[in-house]
C-alpha cells in the first residue's frame, strides 16, 4: 500500500438518522488512531467517546466507517480527526523471510505519523500549516493581557491570560522561574554555566562569550560573504586637502577662502551665519585613534557667536546604489568629534538631507535661516527636511567622542543627490573655541559598521574626481611653486595667440568637463604662464577641455619663441 492522501479531518452534517454511517476517507490502522467530535455547531463540537457513542469499522491500513450508537443531531456537525501515533511497531525476526507487507505497513504508519506532526500542533487540532491550510481568525479580545486558546475543534478565543505581569527590570537582571511565576532577579554570583552579567549594551550590539564565564555587548559584524561595507562620505576622514594642501589652512586670504559655501577640505563645503567665522585647518596631531588626519574649526572673531557647520553632499551616480531598491533605503551613520576644555562649543547637530531638485544641480549654502540655539535652521528649498530626527549631540571635552546613528529610512521621493550635514548649535562660541571632526562614515544598511579602513591613494583618487591640481600634495593652489608638478615646455616653435602649446592628462576621468585655471609657476597668479628664456608671462588660458585631457592654449603674440622653456601648474574643478 502508498499512503498518497494528506488529508487528516474529514467534516460531515449529520441527518439525524438512527445507527448513521460517516464515511472515514482516508487511510489509518487502529481504532484509537481517530477522534470523533460532535455538536451543534463545529464551535460547540466536543469529543465522542469510542464504545459509547460510536464504533469503527475497517481501518487496518485501508478506509473505514464510523458507526453512531444511537442517533447524531440533525445538522449538527461531526468531524473526524486522525492522530496516528509516533511509534515503531514492527519486530523483524533473524533469519525469517523479509516481511513485505509488514515492512510497508510500518512505513505508512510512519508516514501517517509525520503528517500529523507537520499538519498540527499537539494541544491545538485547528492550527495547521501553510502549505494549504489556515490559521483561523480570531476576534478581538475585550482587555488588555488576554491570549489565544483553542479547545480541541473549537474556534480559537481570547480568555484572560493566565501568566502574572512582570514589572519592568534593572541593567544586568534576567528573567527566571520560581514555582510558576516568572520573576526578574539580579544576576547572582556566577556558575561554570552562567557568565557574568555583561551589562547594558549599545543600539545594534549583540551578547558575545569573550571568555569563560564572561560576556560583553559588542558591534555586530558584518555578515559572512556580505560585500565588504562601503563608505559613501568621499573624504570621509579628512586624509585629503587640494585647495589648502597637506596640513594647510583655509583663512579669509586664501586662493579658497574659509567662505559661506565654499569648498575647503577636499569634498567638504563650510556653510557659515558669517563671512569668516571659522579658520579651517588640516589637521594630522588631534586626530581619533588609528587615524592620520581630522579636521579641525578655529572660531575667528568675526565668528564668535555664530553657528557654523560642515557639508557633504553625495553624487546622483552613487546615490542610485544608495538607495538600494531604487526608491528607499536604510542607512546609518557614525562621526567623530572632540572640543577643548574652556571652549563654549558644547553641541552639535547632524542631520541628512535629500536633495529632490536636478540631479548633481545642488545649491551648496543649503541653509536658508540658521534660528536660535536649539533650533534646526530652515533649509532652503528642494534641500528636504532631515531623514534622521535631529537633536543636540554633546561634543566630548579633550577626547574624541563618536556618533552613532543606525536604522534612518531614506525614503524621500524623488531624492537625486544626499547630503550630510554636521553643524555647531551654540550661539555663544568665542574667538579660539576649536571643534574637531574625523572618522565621518555613512553606509547601507540598518547597522553601523565599524571605522572602514582607507587608503589614502585611492581616496585621493576619489576625490581627484570631483577637484585635482597638478601642485604638489604640501602646497596650496595660487603659490609660486617652480620644483614639483610644474609642467616644463620647450616650445619646437614660436607659439603665438590661439595655438595650443601642449596637452595635460587629467590624473583620472573627472565627473564632468572641468573648469581648467592655469597659474604662473613663479609669480603664482592665475591666468598666465612663465616663459622661463626670457622672464615674461604670456596670459594662457585651458582649451579643448574634456574629462580626460585639455589643452594650454597662449593668447599673446610671441608667448614662447622657438626654443624658449613654458612653465604653469594648474587646477581642474568639477564639484557639484
Known sequence: MTISNESFLVEYTAQGIASEKFPVTYVFFAQTELFVYHGATEATAALQTLGTNYSVGGGDGGLGTIIWNGTPTAGGYVGILRRAPATQVADYQENDPFPGEAHEDALDQQALAQQAALRRSSTDPRHFDAQDSKIQAVTPGAATGEVVTYDQLQAATLTPGSLPTILAGDVG????ATDDSPQLAAWETPLPYMPASPGAGDVGEVLTVTGAGATAFQPLPAPSGATFPFNFITNGQFVVSQRAGDLGTHTAASTYPNSDGAYVLDRWILLSEVANTVEVTHENTVVPAGARRSLRATVTAAGAGQKFGFFTVIESALVRRLLANGTTSRLSFRFSHRTTTGAQIRNIRVAVLPWTGAADAITRDAVSVWGAEGTTPTFIAAWNAAEN???????????????????ILMDTASTNNVGLFIWVDDKDTVAGDILYLG???????????????????????????YFQTSYPETVAPGTAATTNGTTIFWAPTSMDSGDNVTTERLFTIMRIAPGVTIYNSVTGGSGSIRNTSDGDNPTAVAALIGTASFAVQTTVAAALDDGDQGQWLWVADSEL
Open 173 to 176: 537582571q534576567f528573567l527566571q
Open 389 to 407: 530626527t535631529v537633536a543636540n549631540i554633546p561634543v566630548t571635552l579633550d577626547a574624541w567622542g563618536e556618533d552613532v546613528e543606525q536604522n
Open 439 to 465: 572618522d565621518v562614515q555613512l553606509e547601507i544598511g540598518a547597522l553601523a559598521n565599524s571605522i572602514i579602513p582607507v587608503d589614502p591613494s585611492l581616496e585621493r583618487l576619489r576625490c581627484q574626481r
